[in-house]
């Protein structure tokens, strides 16, 4: 004699409309703050309301983006922040979906300096420039010619705040 027992389970799964690969926010040479994200898909997606805080607590909305609606591609987003106040600020990405749902990014913070500046020597120069940059971080470089034609494109992470960078190989 066997007692059997049939039972179901049922499961509903819920699919974020954005999964986050990434927010970040960077200080800019010139006092701006650089906000970029990644998303490795969006479900839905409409928009991204940027949002700034000066106590990491009330923020408010500063910008949109136009999200990519429906994807399971990797979305590159960026926005700059305007002469925003010197020291911490705080941002958030909110993300509406096209029925008005949201939900946040995680919070990040940068500290803005002001009066940045970043100086290069020796002018001229034949074999090597030093740079002494005004914050610490990731910086791209862009070198261009009198036309205006990019003849050196580099990226550098964790930098301190000099540098050395040869020239030699620049006409």
């Known amino acids: 004699l066997g007692i059997w027992f049939l039972y179901g389970i049922e499961m509903n799964t819920v699919s974020l409309p954005v999964e986050w690969l990434s927010v970040d926010a960077s200080p800019q040479i010139n006092g701006d703050v650089l906000l970029t994200w990644e998303t490795a898909s969006e479900l839905n997606n409409d928009y991204f309301q940027i949002e700034h805080s ?97 003849v050196m494109e580099k990226n550098f992470e964790n930098v301190t705040n000099e540098m050395k960078l040869s020239v030699a190989e620049l006409p």
């Not at 923020?59 to 925003?84: D, K, L, M």
């Not at 803005?112 to 020597?121: A, G, M, R, Y």
């Not at 002018?123 to 610490?136: E, G, I, N, R, Y």
Request: glycine share 8%.
């Open 54 to 150: 000066v106590d990491g607590v009330s923020f408010e909305a500063i910008g949109t983006e136009r999200g990519n609606g429906t994807t399971n591609e990797v979305s590159s987003y960026q926005f700059t922040h305007t002469s925003p106040a010197d020291n911490t600020q705080f941002y958030r990405i909110k993300q509406v979906d096209i029925d008005g749902k949201s939900n946040f990014s995680p919070t990040v913070e940068v500290n803005v300096t002001p009066n940045q500046e970043l100086q290069i020597f020796p002018q001229p120069a034949f074999d090597q420039v030093t740079l002494k940059l005004p914050l610490s971080g990731k910086y791209q470089l862009k070198v261009y010619d009198l036309q205006g034609k990019i």
